[in-house]
Nanobody
């Protein structure tokens, strides 16, 4: 009943910028926290940045000062502006959202949802 669709990944040179977007859709009545995670080959998935519905943000130390997370609550969309990209930022980036949603005749529920992932490659 809930889908997260990401866009904006690609190949960029070191020092370049990319902007990721993730839109949540479906039978949603509320979105709590939205965030971005990433997973590089051979490594565990890690939190990059998160933002609450009230606008509180949280960043991994490795991206502070370079990445900015923002959201449009009316559109259930979260963005990740990535500047000064480094080769070590190369990974598959996943959108995550804690979403309250309707389930037809069943009681509404809250759940953690993931996007399909978008590849970000930083290379010269």
């Amino acid at each position: 009943q809930v889908q997260l669709v990401e866009s904006g990944g690609g190949l960029v040179q070191p020092g370049g910028s990319l902007r990721l977007s993730c839109a949540a859709s479906g039978s949603i009545f509320s979105v709590d926290v939205m965030g971005w995670y990433r997973q590089a080959p051979g490594k565990q998935r890690e939190l990059v940045a998160a933002i609450s519905s009230g606008g509180t943000t949280n960043y991994a130390d490795s991206v502070k000062g370079r990445f900015t997370i923002s959201s449009d609550n009316a559109k259930n969309t979260v963005y990740l502006q990535m500047n000064s990209l480094k080769p070590e930022d190369t990974a598959v980036y996943y959108c995550n959202a804690a979403v309250g949603y309707f389930r037809g005749s069943d009681p509404p529920a809250w759940g953690d949802h993931w996007g399909q992932g978008t590849q970000v490659t930083v290379s010269s």
